[in-house]
């Protein structure tokens, strides 16, 4: 289901008859993994055993045969007739709409209503699914969402296995370097945890807990775990560090004195990163003893959630640190895209745009909520106004003011009275939105209200623009990079098959077109940038 189809060659037909509808229809609609303890549960394996008797073990099943438990039976049989299917089809189907509208995403509903209308023998079964599979496997999401697939693939290939980390200091306690020093312990790694003072350390180890805690289960696992990760407010444990990860506030000069400092007694072959979010990494690597060794290392937030990581290159890097840590990346269950240490990288430069014209819009009086739902009609994971406040206001006016600048995009009135009011977003409370329990209230729209008929335009456009000279500019290598790291950096609609896959799929020349049409209407910053044509 995560390719655009589902479970053909007999897999939806078996299945919930053999471990009943419900569970089936969750593992088919969803695509997530069971352990062997929940597989077994529900009756979809027969028994588990350890490793050097699985084939004595299968053998013996084999001979013998297996008995199913009655009840196992029973639900096989009852959530599957006719009548119970009627029942659970318009649950399942609602159930599915909350996250994967149809228009998006077919294959969910093509599942359910196959299985629904469909009884009789198992040979009528079989050939509605192949029919129902065989379309769908035709769709462009299907196309897509197989593309995404080797894309993920193709980013999970880079790098290869031989990193030669052990040990990893992070420095900067705050939500970023906190939480990039728990993930690096709960997948391995001796991690040390630096900052000016214990106290700014202490909420960062309490996340790592919960973390740990989420996801450990085993009580002797978790105690391991947790003593990976240590305090180290000195930093002597630099000294011993395979990889430095810096993540202290967004200014350059403080960057670089930490730098020097930190090279005194980092080893002559660990590598030095910074996991800054828009600084160029030329003005950074200035004074630096070995910038061969130097890199940026760009986590999304949260860090437990995102999974992708921007290698930052620069001019006097050696290719050996890219590759070490791609390899480190993989290690840590990340997936890495390498790009060029231009301002705002790929991710952060291609949203931007997007995030400042949402602004604009609002300030124009476009209720957030319209906002936000031509943006979720498109495809994205979230409203560009509701994502603003998760971000934080804070952050994004900082990251905002460096690109704007750079991309030569004014920032939208009314930023600035919400910071100096204390109003930063979802870790306020407040911002654009209210925010209760971690769930933002949205103010009711009133039903008569049109959204301007080019607010779409508006939104996806500019993405798409900087997009195109992003791949113009060579920040990265080429668009197949472009579109995985846009994909797994911010959710960018799936079945579209990223920025690049999409102006291709729509046509360059009418995309071009529209964003003239806007420019005309709206102002210059919606001017198609170079390499349009070469799209």
């Avoid at 007739?81 to 998006?104: C, N």
């Avoid at 079989?126 to 599979?133: D, H, I, N, T």
């Avoid at 999401?141 to 296995?161: D, H, M, P, S, W």
Wanted: net charge positive; with cysteine; hydrophobic share 40%.
């Amino acid at each position: 289901v995560m390719l655009g189809i589902y479970p053909g060659w007999g897999g939806s037909v078996r299945l919930p008859p053999l471990v009943g509808a419900p569970a089936a229809m969750d593992m088919m609609l969803t695509g997530r993994g069971l352990r062997a303890s929940q597989a077994r549960a529900i009756g979809l394996v027969d028994k588990r055993v350890e490793q050097p008797v699985l084939l004595d073990a299968a053998m013996t099943l084999l001979q013998r045969g297996a008995s199913r438990p009655i009840k196992q039976r029973f639900m096989g049989w009852a959530t599957n007739i006719w009548p119970v299917r009627q029942i659970l089809a318009p649950m399942m189907q609602k159930q599915v709409a909350r996250k994967a509208p149809k228009a998006h995403y077919p294959a969910p509903y093509a599942l359910i209503n196959t299985w629904r209308s469909t009884g009789g023998s198992i040979d009528k079964r079989l050939k509605a699914e192949a029919k129902s599979v065989t379309k769908l496997g035709s769709t462009p999401t299907a196309r897509n969402l197989i593309r995404v697939y080797f894309l993920q693939e193709r980013l999970k290939g880079l790098g290869g296995k031989d990193h030669g980390i052990k040990n990893v200091h992070v420095i900067g306690a705050g939500v970023m370097g906190g939480d990039i020093a728990a993930w690096c312990a709960l997948k391995g790694f001796e991690v040390s945890l630096q900052d000016r003072e214990q106290k700014y350390i202490d909420p960062a180890m309490a996340r790592a807990a919960k973390l740990f805690e989420k996801k450990v289960r085993d009580e002797t696992k978790r105690a391991a775990t947790t003593a990976r990760l240590k305090s180290d407010v000195e930093g002597k444990h630099v000294a011993d560090a395979n990889l430095v990860i810096e993540a202290i506030y967004e200014n350059p000069e403080a960057k670089k004195a930490l730098y020097e400092q930190v090279e005194k007694t980092l080893p002559k072959d660990a590598i030095l990163t910074t996991n800054t979010s828009s600084i160029p990494l030329t003005e950074l690597r200035t004074d630096i003893d070995d910038p061969k060794r130097f890199a940026g290392l760009h986590y999304f937030n949260p860090v437990a959630m995102m999974p992708l990581v921007e290698i930052v290159r620069h001019d006097q890097m050696d290719p050996a640190t890219a590759q070490r840590l791609a390899a480190f990346c993989r290690a840590i269950g990340k997936l890495p895209v390498p790009v060029a240490g231009s301002p705002g990288f790929l991710v952060n430069r291609i949203l931007m745009p997007y995030m400042l014209e949402s602004i604009r819009c609002l300030n124009e009086g476009i209720p957030g909520p319209v906002i936000d739902k031509t943006a979720l009609k498109f495809g994205m994971p979230m409203g560009p106004i509701e994502l603003a406040d998760t971000v934080g206001l804070d952050v994004a006016a900082h990251v905002g003011k460096i690109l704007s600048e750079f991309l030569g995009l004014p920032i939208p009135a009314g930023m600035e009275e919400k910071l100096s009011a204390g109003q930063r977003g979802r870790k306020d409370g407040q911002g654009f939105y209210t925010w209760e329990d971690g769930k933002a209230k949205k103010p009711e729209v009133p039903t008569d209200y049109k959204a301007p008929e080019d607010l779409e335009d508006r939104l996806i456009l500019p993405l798409l623009n900087e997009a195109v000279a992003c791949l113009h500019e060579g920040v990265v290598d080429d668009a197949d990079l472009l579109d995985a790291g846009v994909i797994f950096g911010t959710g960018f609609a799936p079945f579209r098959g990223g920025p690049i896959n999409h102006i291709r799929s729509e046509g360059a020349d009418k995309l071009k077109a529209r964003l003239e049409q806007l420019a005309a209407r709206h102002g210059d910053r919606f001017k198609p940038r170079p390499g349009w044509d070469a799209v």
